[in-house]
C-alpha cells in the first residue's frame, strides 16, 4: 500500500483504504477491525493523504504529511507517549520534535492530534507505507546477483 491509496473523508474518524473508483464517487474501506465499505460520493469531501501537507515556516511553507509521518516513525517506532487526552503543550512539543519549523499559528492542536492518530492507524494496518522507499532500493541492489 502506499499513501496516495489512503483516505480521510472530512467530519468521520479514521483512515479508509481506496478500493477502487465507482460510477457514484470511490469504494472505500475503513482501516481498522470492521473493514466496513461505503461509497464516497460527490457530498462527501474526501482527502487522499499522499495529497496533504502541514504548514511550516519554510520557503516551500508545508511539508508533505508523508514526510512527517515517516519522521515520526523513524524517531518513535510506533511509541509516541502520546494519549487521546493529551493537552496542547504536549502535542506542540511533540510535533516541534518532529518537525521543528511548524507555523504555529496555522497548525492547531486537533491537527495534532488527527496526526497521532493517524500515524498510530497507518502503524497498526499499513506499516510497510511508513518504511523509507530508498532503503527497499538499496536492499534489492545488495540482494540481487551481479552478472
Known amino acids: 500500500m502506499k499513501f496516495n491509496e489512503i483516505a480521510t473523508i472530512s467530519g ?3 483512515l479508509y483504504k481506496i478500493l477502487k473508483p465507482s460510477r457514484g464517487g470511490v469504494i472505500l474501506e475503513s482501516m481498522d477491525e470492521k473493514k466496513g465499505k461505503l461509497i464516497a460520493g460527490a457530498n462527501h469531501r474526501v482527502s487522499v493523504l499522499a495529497e496533504i501537507s502541514m504548514y511550516t515556516m519554510t520557503e516551500e511553507g508545508a511539508t508533505p504529511l508523508e514526510n512527517i509521518l515517516k519522521s515520526i516513525e523513524k524517531e518513535f517506532k510506533g511509541d509516541v507517549g502520546l494519549d ?3 493537552d496542547a503543550d504536549e502535542l506542540k512539543a511533540f510535533l516541534k520534535h518532529v ?3 511548524f507555523d504555529e499559528e496555522k497548525v492547531y ?3 495534532i492530534k488527527k496526526l497521532v492518530a493517524w500515524y498510530k492507524i497507518i502503524r497498526e494496518h499499513a506499516p510497510e507505507v511508513l518504511e ?3 532503503e527497499n532500493t538499496e ?5 540481487e546477483p551481479e552478472a
Open 12 to 14: 468521520k474518524p479514521g
Open 84 to 86: 487521546a487526552d493529551a
Open 109 to 111: 492542536p486537533s491537527d
Open 99 to 101: 518537525l521543528p519549523d
Open 132 to 134: 523509507d522507499q530508498v
Open 139 to 143: 536492499e534489492s541492489k545488495e540482494t
